[in-house]
């Protein structure tokens, strides 16, 4: 019979603060200093950063369309 490894939601382990550096203790959520969310910062992925880029340049790329379109059709 062989045993399954699950795999942990966070590891128990104690982390620095990406913001200000600070110790987040083992488990903890966010930050007791400045409260931000444990595992942001510098050396992170940005959780959606990705989509949020995609997103914002389909919107940008809409919204340019649009404008041409209305200068086009101004002239
Ligand atoms: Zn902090």
Redesign the pocket.
């Known amino acids: 019979m062989t045993a399954q490894f699950s795999e942990a939601p966070r590891p128990l382990e104690p982390s620095t ?1 990406g ?4 110790q987040v203790p083992a488990g903890a959520e966010r ?1 007791p ?2 409260r ?1 969310t444990a595992g942001f910062g510098p050396g992170e992925p940005r959780p959606f950063s990705r989509i949020a880029a995609w997103g914002l340049g389909a919107v940008l790329l809409v919204v340019y369309l649009v404008t041409l379109g209305v200068v086009a059709l101004a002239r």
């Open positions: 603060c913001l200000c550096g600070a930050c200093e400045c931000m």
